[in-house]
C-alpha cells in the first residue's frame, strides 16, 4: 500500500522556484477530505478551481509510454502561475489513486499509459466536486474498470489480433471527452465492444478447448489399451506381424472403442475381453494339454466374428478393424494347418507423460495440493513460451492442465504435480482481477485512516508512559527524601526544599541520559534507513545489483526503467529479460537485510551531461591543434 505519496518532480529547467511540493501523509488526506469541494485554501490562493480545472481539460495526453504523474505534466506544460500547496496534495492524491489502480490490475506494461490518460479525468472530478467524491462511480473510473477487466490476458506477442485490439482501444480511449454525459455514451461503446470481443474470444476458446480435450482423451485411451496390452503380451513371443497389428491397427480399433462408449460400457467390456483372448491365442500353445487346445479351438472358430459383431456395434464407419480382422483369420488358418508364423520377442508399446497416471492429484501431498479453476489468468515467469500471460482453459482429471494466451492458437500443457510446485514457490503466480476503481480508492483511503489512527495511538501511549515514568521519579525521590530523613537531625524547610531539589535533580539527569542515549540509538536507525533509501533512490538507468531470492539463489541484473510515479524499478538479467519488480520500500527493506548488494550505481543525469561536455571540448581541442598545424 502507498502509505505517503511524493509529489512528482521533473528537471532542473522545468522545476519553478516558486512551485510547491508536498507529500500526502494521513493527516493532509483528512484535511482535503473534510474540506470537500466547498473548503477554502489553507496554504495560498494557487490558481483557484475554474483555472486549474481548465489547465486539466487541455492538458496535452499522455504519450505511449510516459508514466509521469499529473503534477510533472502541469510543470512541464504550465510553468505558471504556481499552484497551490493544497491543490498540489490534491493531485498528488489522484496521482496515487492511479498507482495503486495499476498496481492491482495486473495489466502488461504496455498498456499502463492507458490508465495514465485517464488521470486528468480523475483530478476534474477531485478538483470540482473534492476528492472523497472519488468513492463515487463515475464513467471514467467504469472505462478504467472496463479496461483493467478485459484486457489481463492481453501482452505483446498475440500478432495481428492483439495489434488489432490494442489499436481499436486506443482509440476509443484518445476520444474520451470531459463531459459526463458524452462519457457515459463512450463507456456504453467501450462496453459493447468489449463483450463482442469476449463472445468472440470465448466462442473461439471453446472450440479450442474441445478440440484439445479431445486429444487428451484420445492419448489417454491410447495410453489405456496400451497398458493392458503391454501386460498381457510381457514375457511371450508373438508373430512377427501380430506384434505389428496390436500396436497398430488393433490397438486404434480398441481405442475407439472405449472413446465412443466409455469406460463402464458393455462394449467396452466386450473389446477388453476380446482383445485378451486374441493375445492368449496367439501364444506359444505347444504344451497345452487338451482343455486348452479345445479352448483355442472355439477362439479360432468364434473370434473373428465376435469382432466384427463389436465393429458395427461402436459403428466406426470406417470400419478400421476389418483388416486386423482379415490378418487374425490369415494367421488362425495357418495355426490350424500346422504352419504358424515366425515369432519374435514383443517390445512393449511407449505410453507418454500423463496418461500413465503418475502425476494425478493423488500423487500429491496435502499441502502441496492448490486449487485451479478454468478461466483464471496466470502469469509464468520461466516459461519458454512468447507469452508469459496465459489463461487456463482446462483442468482435465486433476492429471493435466491445459493453457493458452488470449487468441487460443496453442495449447501449453503443464503436469498437475509441475503446476502446484511451481504455483508454490512463484514461478507461477495468479493474475487476480482488479477490484473496481472505487473500491481501490476507499481502501487506500481506509488504509491512510488506519494508519493515522496508528500513529495517534503510538503517540497517546508514549506520553501515557512518559507521564507513568515521571511519576515512578517522583515516588521513588519522594522516598529517598523520607529515608535520608530518619536518624538525622531536624532540617528546616528550605533545607529540606534545598535537599529535595538537589535529589530531584539527580533522578533527572539520569532520566535525561537514558533519554539522550535512546535518542542516538533511534539517530543512528533512521541514518541508517535514510542512508539506505538515498542508495536506491540514486540507482541509475543500467545500475548493476546482486539479488537474494527467498530460495538463497542470486540473481545479477541490472536496472531497465524507473518509473517514479507508480513507485516501480524494473530489473532485467543480461539477456534482457525481466528478472524482479520491486517499489522503492521493498528495495529499502532487501538492502537492509542484505539481499541486496549494489555493484554500479548506473548513469545520472548530470554525469551523462559531464560526459557530453568533456567530449566536445576534446573534440574543439583537437579541431584548433590540426588548424594550428
Known amino acids: 500500500m502507498i502509505v505517503a505519496a511524493e509529489v512528482q518532480k521533473t528537471t532542473a529547467e522545468q522545476t519553478m522556484p516558486q512551485k510547491k511540493t508536498a507529500t500526502l501523509n494521513s493527516k493532509q488526506l483528512m484535511t482535503l477530505l473534510k474540506l470537500g469541494s466547498r473548503g477554502k485554501a489553507l496554504h495560498g490562493a494557487g490558481v483557484g478551481k475554474a483555472k486549474l480545472m481548465e489547465m486539466l481539460q487541455t492538458l496535452p495526453p499522455v504519450a505511449k509510454g510516459d508514466s509521469a504523474g499529473l503534477l510533472a505534466r502541469l510543470e512541464r506544460y504550465y510553468p505558471e502561475p504556481a499552484l497551490s500547496f493544497d491543490e498540489c496534495l490534491i493531485l498528488s492524491f489522484v496521482d496515487d489513486c492511479i498507482g495503486e489502480i495499476l498496481k492491482q490490475a495486473s495489466l502488461d506494461p504496455d498498456l499502463e499509459w492507458l490508465i495514465f490518460r485517464f488521470a486528468p479525468h480523475v483530478a476534474l472530478v477531485a478538483v470540482a466536486k473534492g476528492p472523497a467524491k472519488l468513492f463515487d462511480s463515475s464513467p471514467a473510473f467504469g472505462m ?119 469406460l463402464q460400457s458393455k462394449e467396452w467390456q466386450a473389446a477388453l475381453k476380446l482383445t485378451r483372448m486374441l493375445i492368449w491365442s496367439l501364444k506359444d500353445r505347444a504344451q497345452d494339454n487338451a482343455n486348452e487346445r479345445t479352448r483355442l479351438r472355439n477362439i479360432i472358430a468364434n473370434l473373428p466374428s465376435r469382432a466384427r459383431a463389436l465393429d458395427k456395434l461402436v459403428d466406426v464407419k470406417k470400419f478400421i478393424a476389418e483388416n486386423a480382422i482379415a490378418d487374425i483369420e490369415a494367421e488362425y488358418e495357418a495355426i ?147 529515608a535520608s530523613d530518619i536518624g538525622r537531625p531536624k532540617l528546616s524547610l528550605a533545607e529540606r526544599k534545598a535537599a529535595l531539589i538537589k535529589e530531584i535533580e539527580a533522578v533527572r539527569k539520569v532520566a535525561t541520559a537514558r533519554k539522550q542515549k535512546a535518542e542516538k540509538k533511534k539517530q543512528a536507525a533512521e541514518k541508517i534507513l535514510t542512508d539506505a533509501s538515498d542508495a536506491i533512490r540514486r540507482l541509475g538507468i543500467g545500475a548493476e545489483i546482486k539479488l537474494t ?37 521493498e528495495l529499502v527493506k532487501l538492502y537492509l537485510d542484505k539481499n541486496l548488494e549494489i555493484l554500479t550505481k548506473g548513469e545520472e543525469f548530470e554525469d551523462t551531461l559531464a560526459a557530453i561536455v568533456q567530449g566536445l571540448r576534446e573534440d574543439r581541442d583537437k579541431i584548433l591543434a590540426e588548424e594550428e598545424a
Open 336 to 482: 490350424q494347418k500346422g504352419e504358424p508364423s515366425e515369432r519374435g520377442e514383443f517390445t512393449p508399446i511407449e505410453i507418454q507423460g500423463f496418461a500413465s497416471g503418475n502425476d494425478s492429484e493423488s500423487s500429491m501431498s496435502g499441502k502441496s495440493k492448490l486449487e485451479a479453476a478454468p478461466g483464471e489468468w496466470f502469469y509464468y515467469e520461466e516459461l519458454d513460451h512468447e507469452s508469459s500471460r496465459l489463461k487456463l482453459i482446462l483442468l482435465w482429471q486433476n492429471k493435466q492442465l491445459l493453457f493458452s494466451n488470449h487468441n487460443c492458437k496453442s495449447a501449453i500443457a503443464i503436469g498437475y504435480a509441475d503446476f502446484c510446485r511451481s504455483l508454490a514457490a512463484g514461478r507461477i503466480r495468479r493474475l487476480p482481477p482488479a477490484p473496481a476503481c472505487n473500491t481501490i480508492v476507499r481502501n487506500y483511503v481506509e488504509q491512510l485512516r488506519k494508519d493515522q489512527r496508528q500513529k495517534q495511538a503510538e503517540a497517546k501511549r508514549r506520553k501515557k508512559e512518559e507521564q507513568e515514568a515521571l511519576r515512578k521519579q517522583a515516588e521513588m525521590a519522594k522516598k529517598l527524601v523520607a
Open 549 to 585: 531470492t527467498k530460495t538463497d539463489a542470486v540473481i545479477e541484473c541490472k536496472l531497465l526503467t524507473k518509473m517514479s510515479s507508480i513507485d516501480r524499478y524494473i530489473f532485467v538479467d543480461r539477456d534482457g529479460i525481466k528478472v524482479a519488480q520491486h517499489n522503492q520500500e
Open 144 to 262: 478504467i474498470d472496463q479496461l483493467c477487466e478485459y484486457c489481463i490476458g492481453w501482452s505483446r506477442d498475440l500478432g495481428i489480433l492483439g495489434e488489432l485490439t490494442v489499436e481499436k482501444v486506443e482509440k476509443l480511449v484518445e476520444e474520451v471527452s470531459f463531459e459526463p454525459k458524452i462519457q457515459s455514451t463512450q463507456l456504453k461503446e467501450l462496453k459493447n465492444y468489449f463483450q463482442s470481443e469476449y463472445k468472440r474470444f470465448s466462442d473461439r476458446e471453446a472450440l479450442f478447448t474441445r478440440a484439445e480435450l479431445r486429444k487428451l482423451e484420445s492419448a489417454a485411451a491410447r495410453g489405456r489399451v496400451a497398458g493392458i496390452i503391454n501386460q498381457e503380451m510381457e514375457g511371450h513371443q508373438f508373430p512377427f506381424f501380430i506384434i505389428i497389428l496390436l500396436q497398430g491397427e488393433w490397438l486404434d480399433f480398441i481405442q475407439l472403442v472405449l472413446l465412443k462408449k466409455g
